[in-house]
């Protein structure tokens, strides 16, 4: 008796997660057809980049978004698996860590947030936390020569977006969004 109850729970799960979960997201995925797809981001006519994909800045002169362990590529999304007592996950997130004090004198190992330099589950995380933008502004002030840190400090706080209903979740910044910004400032408006 106990192997039919077995037998038909396992039927119901499968249709349930196999069949019907999998039916409703793409139905969903109909209904909202430019968050399944990608929300397209355009400059001067021309494609930039995703709305909801990271992307990989590595100038000096950008904000720096999030590491990818799939270098970013959508189509192989995923994390590295490795949990944080790993020893290769350690020397790569210390590595991270030794690389931004080298490029970022000014900070302290302390104030780097975790985000910077740990991957998203996905390994295209779009966003950084606004404190993560906030250790950032020195670096890219100084490789633009920007003498006024006010300005890109505005240009930081006019991009946090707020929390899913000022609630869920911490305020974020989009990496994209936010390099798009600081390339449309020109110089009379930075001096």
Same mark, same amino acid.
Request: glycine residues 6%.
């Given at each position: 008796?106990?192997? *039919?109850?077995?037998?038909? *729970?396992?039927?119901?799960?499968?249709?349930?997660?196999?069949?019907?979960?999998?039916? *409703?997201?793409?139905?969903?995925?109909?209904?909202?057809?430019?968050?399944?797809?990608?929300?397209?981001?355009?400059?001067?006519?021309?494609?930039?980049?995703?709305?909801?994909?990271?992307?990989?800045?590595?100038?000096?002169?950008?904000?720096?978004?999030?590491?990818?362990?799939?270098?970013?590529?959508?189509?192989?999304?995923?994390?590295?698996?490795?949990?944080?007592?790993?020893?290769?996950?350690?020397?790569?997130?210390?590595?991270?860590?030794?690389?931004?004090?080298?490029?970022?004198?000014?900070?302290?190992?302390?104030?780097?947030?975790?985000?910077?330099?740990?991957?998203?589950?996905?390994?295209?995380?779009?966003?950084?936390?606004?404190?993560?933008?906030?250790?950032?502004?020195?670096?890219?002030?100084?490789?633009?020569?920007?003498?006024?840190?006010?300005?890109?400090?505005?240009?930081?706080?006019?991009?946090?977006?707020?929390?899913?209903?000022?609630?869920?979740?911490?305020?974020?910044?989009?990496?994209?969004?936010?390099?798009?910004?600081?390339?449309?400032?020109?110089?009379?408006?930075?001096?």
């Amino acid at each position: 008796m106990k192997i *039919l109850k077995d037998i038909k *729970l396992h039927f119901i799960t499968v249709i349930l997660f196999g069949i019907m979960f999998p039916v *409703l997201i793409f139905l969903i995925g109909l209904l909202f057809p430019s968050q399944s797809k990608g929300i397209p981001i355009y400059q001067d006519n021309k494609l930039v980049g995703y709305e909801n994909i990271g992307q990989y800045f590595y100038s000096d002169k950008y904000f720096w978004g999030r590491p990818s362990e799939v270098n970013y590529n959508a189509k192989s999304a995923g994390a590295s698996n490795k949990g944080p007592t790993n020893p290769e996950y350690l020397v790569q997130v210390e590595n991270r860590i030794k690389e931004f004090l080298l490029i970022n004198p000014t900070i302290k190992r302390e104030q780097i947030p975790s985000d910077l330099v740990t991957g998203s589950g996905s390994g295209l995380d779009p966003h950084i936390s606004s404190q993560a933008a906030l250790i950032q502004i020195e670096r890219v002030a100084k490789a633009r020569n920007i003498i006024d840190r006010e300005k890109i400090l505005k240009l930081v706080n006019n991009n946090i977006e707020e929390p899913l209903l000022g609630i869920f979740g911490p305020k974020n910044i989009n990496v994209l969004k936010l390099n798009m910004a600081l390339d449309k400032l020109n110089n009379n408006d930075l001096e």
